[in-house]
């Protein structure tokens, strides 16, 4: 008896996986270089699909944010390495998961530090709400849930 295809044609079950097992994804072995020949875009000058423009934020809305994230622990820290692949992709899922983050940067040129930040708040596209020494505070509205009611513009 031959593989057993269901509605997507690329992927072939064989009949133990056609009774309910688990059919093995072909792009799961796929190794970050064979991603980049493939053309997958991912990282610096590449293309990508936006999750969302960055805000701009009002000075109301970066008080409320700072006083949020006062009581928060840094979840991401960028070492002597700097900005890579993996730190970005931490950061997006750290966004992800809690909106309001902080990123700690170990960096001792503060040029290096404001660089390494902007670097990736523009890979994540998420708002840079302040700067305190080594630690920024990032943030990125979820699109489908937002958890983090932001206040008005400013009065007037």
């Given at each position: 008896?031959?593989?057993?295809t269901?509605a997507?044609?690329?992927?072939?079950?064989s009949?133990?996986?056609?009774?309910?097992?688990?059919?093995r994804d072909?792009?799961?072995?796929?190794?970050w270089?064979?991603f980049?020949?493939?053309?997958?875009?991912?990282?610096?000058?590449v293309?990508?699909?936006r999750?969302?423009?960055?805000?701009e934020l009002?000075?109301?809305?970066?008080?409320?944010?700072?006083?949020l994230?006062?009581?928060?622990?840094?979840?991401?820290?960028?070492?002597?390495?700097?900005?890579?692949?993996?730190?970005?992709?931490e950061?997006?899922?750290?966004l992800?998961?809690?909106?309001?983050?902080?990123?700690?940067?170990?960096?001792?040129?503060?040029?290096?530090?404001?660089?390494?930040?902007?670097l990736?708040?523009g890979?994540?596209?998420?708002?840079?709400?302040?700067?305190v020494?080594?630690v920024?505070?990032?943030?990125r509205?979820?699109?489908?849930?937002?958890?983090?009611?932001?206040?008005?513009?400013?009065?007037g």
């Amino acid at each position: 008896m031959g593989p057993v295809t269901d509605a997507t044609p690329s992927l072939t079950r064989s009949p133990a996986t056609a009774a309910g097992g688990r059919a093995r994804d072909p792009t799961a072995s796929r190794t970050w270089k064979s991603f980049i020949r493939a053309g997958a875009r991912c990282f610096k000058g590449v293309r990508r699909e936006r999750y969302n423009p960055p805000v701009e934020l009002t000075e109301r809305q970066r008080r409320h944010l700072k006083g949020l994230a006062h009581h928060l622990n840094p979840v991401v820290r960028i070492g002597n390495a700097g900005v890579s692949p993996s730190v970005v992709a931490e950061t997006r899922r750290a966004l992800a998961d809690h909106e309001l983050i902080k990123v700690r940067v170990t960096a001792t040129d503060r040029d290096e530090r404001d660089a390494a930040i902007a670097l990736l708040a523009g890979e994540c596209d998420c708002a840079l709400v302040g700067r305190v020494g080594h630690v920024a505070i990032l943030y990125r509205a979820h699109p489908d849930r937002p958890r983090i009611l932001l206040p008005a513009g400013e009065p007037g």
